[in-house]
């Protein structure tokens, strides 16, 4: 396996494990009093989260700290019945500055 920085683990684990629970962005900033701002940092692998977030969200995802900040043999979220065209989109979605994720999230609730 090749030697990834904690920059480059820590949002696909906090991706796994926020798609294992069903949770969003808004789920950690309304439930664990998080900045909107921050949990998107993390998401985006612009910033990582000190330990004792570390922590808060390990208790939150019911998982250890390890797991969040290390590379596991756990399926991906790709593995875990995301089609590739979704996960395209979820990359993409990631990408984009936050008015156009807003407006992306009207357009989502006008066509469900």
Do not use: H
Request: aromatic share 8%; hydrophobic share 35%.
């Amino acid at each position: 396996m090749e030697d990834l920085s904690i920059r480059e683990i820590f949002p696909r684990r906090l991706t796994y494990y926020m798609a294992q629970n069903g949770k969003t962005r808004n789920d950690l900033v309304r439930d664990l009093g998080f900045k909107y701002s921050t949990v998107r940092d993390w998401e985006k692998g612009l910033t990582v989260p000190r330990m004792d977030k570390v922590e808060m969200l390990a208790n939150y995802f019911n998982c250890s700290n390890s797991d969040l900040l290390e590379e596991k043999e756990n399926p991906t979220v790709q593995d875990d019945g995301i089609s590739e065209e979704m996960q395209e989109l979820i990359d993409r979605i990631k990408s984009l500055p936050e008015d156009k994720i807003q407006l992306l999230l009207q357009v989502a609730k006008s066509i469900e």
